[in-house]
């Protein structure tokens, strides 16, 4: 998608309104895009986000307790619901990382890229000798 079908075009036109939310419908994938999105507005204070998981993990949305997957919609009373929890909710900070691989010179081997932070995320269940991966 280019920059003038993705969420910067949203974001662009909330620039000014000083409080507002975002929702992501969408996976950690959809997330991390409009996450990104969100950093290069350099918005003094960022929205908070929301998140209507709707990918194939959810990861962050089952850690943050939006729920696993679409049927959190019924499971909550419905989407006019859903959006009521998403105005009235508590903001979690999100840890966030900025990677940059560089060569010995100095010089950028490939653009910066971001990697969102939070327990969950990942579970090593070690034992004699080897281990187990749980999402």
């Not at 409009?34 to 998981?53: C, G, N, R, T, Y």
């Not at 959810?58 to 679409?70: I, Q, T």
Request: proline share 5%; charged share 20%.
């Amino acid at each position: 998608m280019s920059k003038q079908q993705g969420p910067e075009v949203g974001l662009a036109l909330f620039r000014k309104v000083t409080h507002f939310r975002v929702l992501v419908c969408g996976g950690d994938g959809t997330v991390g895009w409009v996450l990104d999105a969100i950093e290069k507005q350099k918005f003094e204070a960022p929205p908070p986000v929301a998140i209507l998981p709707a990918g194939t993990g959810n990861d962050l949305a089952r850690v943050l307790c939006w729920g696993g997957g679409l049927g959190v919609i019924e499971k909550r009373g419905g989407l006019f619901s859903v959006l009521q929890d998403v105005e009235h909710a508590a903001v979690t900070v999100l840890d966030r990382w900025k990677i940059a691989i560089k060569d010995k010179q100095g010089k950028l081997m490939a653009p910066p890229k971001f990697m969102n932070n939070y327990f969950g995320m990942l579970l090593l269940i070690l034992d004699s000798g080897g281990f187990c991966m749980v999402r």
